[in-house]
Each structure stands twice: as C-alpha cells, then as structure tokens.
C-alpha cells in the first residue's frame, strides 16, 4: 500500500476514534461558506465534519469493526464524528438541511449499528436529553402521588366516624 493511502486511511481512523458514532453525508451542494457555518454549529456538540475518501473510510470502518456501508459510499462522502451527544449532532444536522436544502445525511452508524436517514432524523426530533429525563421522573412521581392518595382515601373511608 502506498504511504499516501496509508496516511489518508489512518487519518479516517483518528476521526473514527473521537467518538462512538459517525454519520456519513453527501455534500455535494454544499459551498465552502456553507461548510464553514456547519462547522461552527457542530462546534458548540463539539463535533467535526470531515470530508474523506469513500475507500479510505471503508478501510477505516472495517478495522474499526463497523457495520458494512457500501452502498452508500458512492459520491462525495463526509464525515460527522465527535462529541458526546449523537442526538444534538443529528438536530444540528437536521436544521442545516431545513435551512439550505444542501447536505444530505447517507446514514448513521451508532454503537455498531446502521441507521437510516429517516431513524437519524426521529432522533433529531426527539426532545433533549434532560427534557426526557424529567418528564419521566415526572410520571413516576405523579403515579406515586396517585398511589398515596388512594390508600389515604382508603384509610379515610374505613374509619369510623366519631
């Protein structure tokens, strides 16, 4: 293998290792402004947006153990990695769509598993980490509070009357 193509593909690598995901994107319409606006935003997920070669990342993505993504590595492919929120790099991501109509997510790779265009952007849409976190202990409190209630209704209800 010549040195450059080992070069690129242990660029790839390096990318790979900053985070448990990678989303790969077509951005074939993006301009240079553009790139730099996205790079900005995934800046604040502290993510990275890279542009790779299709061979280089396959290579990449086999030592690394990855799911198989050949039919989508054709074009210009890129390179989202970084982070520890996938779901706030995927709303990221979303909005820049919705703003420009230019980058178009291929598909996502989270934990070893391969996730479609469609499922990255019901992520997107989901609701902030901490948001979920409180309407849950929100249920659990209110189903509590529901419980006590009836049995002091049912104390209430068996004593005698004085």
Do not use: C, W
């Not at 553009?34 to 990449?60: C, M, W």
């Not at 609701?127 to 009836?150: G, H, I, K, M, W």
């Amino acid at each position: 293998m010549r040195a450059e193509k080992k070069y690129l593909i242990s660029e790839v690598e390096s990318h790979l290792k900053k985070s448990d995901y990678v989303i790969l994107a077509n951005f074939t319409k993006v301009t240079v402004s553009d790139t730099a606006e996205l790079r900005k935003r995934l800046g604040v997920e502290k993510a990275e947006f890279h542009v790779v070669k299709n061979s280089s990342f396959r290579v990449a993505a086999k030592a690394f153990g990855l799911p198989e993504v050949d039919n989508v590595l054709t074009g210009p492919t890129a390179i989202i990695v970084g982070g520890k929120n996938p779901a706030g790099v995927a709303k990221v991501l979303k909005k820049f769509f919705d703003e420009k109509q230019k980058l178009e997510v291929k598909v996502g790779l989270l934990e070893k598993k391969v996730f479609s265009a469609k499922e990255l952007a019901i992520i997107a849409d989901l609701p902030p980490f901490d948001t979920l976190r409180s309407q849950f202990l929100s249920l659990l409190t209110s189903n509590a509070a529901a419980f006590v209630r009836v049995l002091d209704a049912k104390v209430k209800k068996e004593q005698p009357a004085a």
